[in-house]
């Protein structure tokens, strides 16, 4: 635990230092981050693509129990909602700045970012260098833990083959180490003029997760997910298409993210009993809209809509999700998020 706490205080240090050099500028800022996940019977109809389903699937009389699993019923009968709220801080510099329009507004940024939800804390602390306009590179670390309450969990194993994660206080901690590369594309670069603002962004993250408490076999409950993580590495990809203009609403675009697990995590399933496909590329795309009402205040609104996993029949019960079979892929409508930003100064 030392050793990731000084990792964070040296981070501290790198943002308070760079408050010593000329021309930076610095922002604080807080916001609010609400979703709503859609009710689902997980692929049931039959269909390639399934609408909302608030009316939850029992379990069958006849199923059979593997081990401790209970079973489950497909759907909750109302969905899901996400709440946190945050505040950070971050410091931009300058950095092998130019004359040319590729590198006049070259800079090194580095930001840290505390997060609160019901059942769990994590702080964000992350460095981003733009050495040129289209490419940026980014690298970034994060530490929380989590509880359980109202209902809640958020951290834990889930390793004992019931599908019902461990509902303790402070088990351990979850951990992120990330490095990206970024290229964006403005085309009013090409062709100037306030309107002309169309936006092409691809970034590509490779992300290290860790539980403290989890050994490399164990899945693990974070931030009241579907307890479906392994210590590992994840590469996450995001592909935007958008315009900007000078309105109240000045962005509105499609956005594409994709994650799945790489190297020895991808092969886990290949050693269960049921292959429930570790490999499995997790899709999320849709419409999004920024809305800006002042310098200080913004409002992100986006609706997603995610390819998921069908599994068999006969499997599809189950509440473990290592004891199901993967068969197929559907689409469904994922959520509809909500994010608010103030800029203090």
């Known amino acids: 635990m030392k050793k990731y706490l000084i990792a964070l205080l040296l981070a501290v240090f790198s943002i308070s230092a760079v408050s010593a050099v000329d021309g930076i500028t ?3 800022f807080w916001g609010a981050e609400f979703a709503y ?108 833990t989590g509880w359980y309450g109202l209902g809640f969990n958020g951290i834990g194993l889930n390793n004992d083959g019931t599908g019902k994660p461990e509902q303790k206080a402070f088990p351990g901690v979850a951990m992120e180490t990330w490095a990206s590369g970024t290229f964006q594309f403005d085309f009013a670069a090409i062709w100037p003029g306030e309107w002309n603002h169309v936006v092409m962004v691809a970034d590509a993250k490779f992300n290290y997760i860790n539980f403290t408490a989890a050994g490399n076999d164990d899945a693990w409950q974070w931030k009241a997910d579907k307890g479906e993580n392994f210590n590992g590495l994840l590469y996450q990809g995001t592909y935007l298409l958008g315009y900007q203009m000078p309105k109240m609403v000045d962005t509105v675009g499609f956005l594409v993210e994709t994650t799945q697990r790489v190297g020895r995590a991808a092969d886990i399933s290949k050693d269960d009993t049921a292959d429930w496909n570790s490999a499995w590329v997790h899709v999320k795309f849709g419409p999004v809209v920024n809305l800006s009402f002042n310098e200080k205040n913004s409002l992100t609104i986006l609706l997603q809509l995610e390819n998921q996993k069908k599994y068999t029949e006969d499997t599809i019960y189950y509440n473990y999700f290592r004891n199901r079979e993967y068969e197929d892929d559907y689409i469904r409508i994922h959520r509809l998020a909500l994010s608010y930003k103030h800029i203090l100064w």
């Open 37 to 144: 996940y859609l009710d689902s019977n997980e692929g049931q109809n039959g269909d390639k693509f399934e609408l909302p389903t608030y009316s939850p699937t029992s379990l069958p009389s006849d199923y059979t129990a593997i081990g401790d699993d209970p079973g489950r019923e497909l759907g909750s009968g109302w969905g899901a909602i996400e709440l946190q709220l945050y505040a950070g801080h971050k410091v931009t510099l300058p950095f092998l700045q130019g004359s040319g329009p590729l590198t006049s507004n070259n800079n090194v940024s580095f930001q840290m970012k505390g997060y609160i939800a019901p059942v769990v804390a994590y702080i964000e602390t992350s460095a981003t260098i733009e050495p040129i306009a289209f490419l940026n590179f980014s690298a970034g670390y994060s530490i929380g």
């Open 26 to 28: 610095h922002q604080t």
